[in-house]
């Protein structure tokens, strides 16, 4: 397997973006983060994310204790605004709504070269806090690359944000609160099966990474993993 090279450009946008954002957020929102002991100190790992707004990812990204490789859909790329963001971060780009073996192939490259991978399973943003059933992406990449899941459920992040977040601003009131509750690393079961088969095992590791999700969120937010 070819090794993932980052462009040089990529890495040092990176190491002032990330504070940019920190310091916008604190701006904009009260910020609380939880778990951050479960984070591992050394070597890589896939982060899987509930994904409500644009909001997400920068908020994650800037406030990991490590830069984070993300996938993120095509689109952003080509939106005014967002690409412009998305070109200096950089990132994987995917086709979504149908199966991308190029995606794959470029996650497990940067997995396999240490970057450490954000992605959420979801397949796309929510545009509202209830969970959506996960696409069987993460799994395929946790068990080709036998890595740990991080499940990390995000809240406050909704559409809304940034107006409310101004309005309060503006009006000298309560800032939004934005939370960060990262859980401990999962290790997926194996999957031996061909097939039809190994497709619902794949499905059952996505649930279970998708379940430890939504125990960490409040239940408004839970969706089809409520129960």
Do not use: C
């Not at 794949?202 to 129960?227: C, F, H, W």
């Amino acid at each position: 397997m070819r090794t993932y090279r980052m462009p040089i450009n990529v890495h040092f946008n990176r190491l002032w973006l990330r504070p940019l954002f920190r310091g916008i957020f604190r701006l904009l929102a009260q910020v609380r983060i939880e778990g951050k002991e479960h984070i591992p100190r050394a070597g890589n790992y896939l982060v899987a994310i509930n994904h409500v707004s644009i909001f997400d990812p920068p908020f994650i990204i800037a406030f990991w204790t490590e830069p984070l490789e993300a996938i993120g859909a095509v689109e952003i790329w080509r939106k005014p605004g967002q690409a412009i963001l998305a070109r200096l971060y950089g990132g994987i780009q995917v086709h979504r709504g149908q199966y991308d073996r190029a995606l794959l192939e470029t996650a497990l490259q940067a997995l396999n070269s240490g970057q450490r991978l954000l992605i959420a399973p979801e397949g796309g943003r929510s545009h509202q806090p209830g969970l959506r059933r996960g696409l069987p992406g993460i799994a395929y990449l946790a068990d080709k690359s036998k890595l740990p899941v991080i499940p990390v459920g995000i809240v406050g992040t909704t559409e809304d944000f940034f107006s409310n977040a101004m309005q309060a601003i503006l009006r000298r009131k309560r800032r939004p609160i934005l939370e960060m509750h990262i859980g401990e690393p999962i290790n997926l079961p194996p999957v031996h099966e061909k097939g039809a088969e190994r497709r619902l095992a794949l499905q059952r590791n996505t649930d279970l990474v998708m379940k430890k999700i939504a125990e960490l969120l409040p239940p408004e937010y839970r969706g089809v993993y409520a129960s």
